[in-house]
Each structure stands twice: as C-alpha cells, then as structure tokens.
Nanobody, 119 residues
Framework: QVQLVESGGGLVQPGGSLRLSCVVSGSIISINEMGWYRQAPGKQRELVAVTSGGSTNYADSVKGRFTISRDNAKNTVYLQMNSLKPEDTAVYYC??????????????WGQGTQVTVSS
C-alpha cells in the first residue's frame, strides 16, 4: 500500500512563507515524478510544480516565488512557498508517479493540506 502524507499547511499573512512536505511510503521500486497541485473553492485542481528526472516545471502564477525540491533518500518532496498572496489560498495536494514493480506503475495523491493566505 502506497501512502502520501502531506504536512506544513496553515494560515499565513500575505507576503509570508510556508514549506509543504510530502512523504511517500510503501513498497515501491522507484518514484519517477513528484509534484504539487492545488484546488481553490469553486475551481479545478491545477498544477503548481512538478519535478522529474532532475528537471522542474512551475505554473506561471508561482514562478519566482515557489520552489520544489526532492530528497530521494527520504522519498520526500517539498514546496517552499514565499511571497504568498491571497490567491494562493487553496488545498494543496501532493502527487507521486512511479513503479510498484518492474511492470506495474502507481499514481497516488495525498489527502491535501490547507493553505490560507489572509491578513
């Protein structure tokens, strides 16, 4: 059973910072891609940032403010969020894609963590 557990969300004032963490546990062979997505009330889930094979990709709305990083030894992905804006308020979800066995893949989501940016 593969599990993704997120932490680090909370309430922060505009201009503040938060760091999200997501740990992948379970019997897996490899993790090919890890990423963060978010969903604001009344909106569709959208990509925030992903990392795969050493490369990263960001949504235009967070470029220059958010940084995604990964600790392969700990099967953990982080999202450092700086200069937060009220429009960053959303539930943030971690996603991981990889190999369960040499022929079976997995694609799992975390339970989500709330980030609220408000004064």
């Amino acid at each position: 059973q593969v599990q993704l557990v997120e932490s680090g969300g909370g309430l922060v004032q505009p201009g503040g910072s938060l760091r999200l963490s997501c740990v992948v546990s379970g019997s897996i062979i490899s993790i090919n891609e890890m990423g963060w997505y978010r969903q604001a009330p009344g909106k569709q889930r959208e990509l925030v940032a992903v990392t795969s094979g050493g490369s990263t990709n960001y949504a235009d709305s967070v470029k220059g403010r958010f940084t995604i990083s990964r600790d392969n030894a700990k099967n953990t992905v982080y999202l450092q969020m700086n200069s937060l804006k009220p429009e960053d308020t959303a539930v943030y979800y971690c996603n991981a894609y990889g190999m369960l066995t040499t022929v079976r893949t997995f694609n799992y989501w975390g339970q989500g963590t709330q980030v609220t940016v408000s004064s």
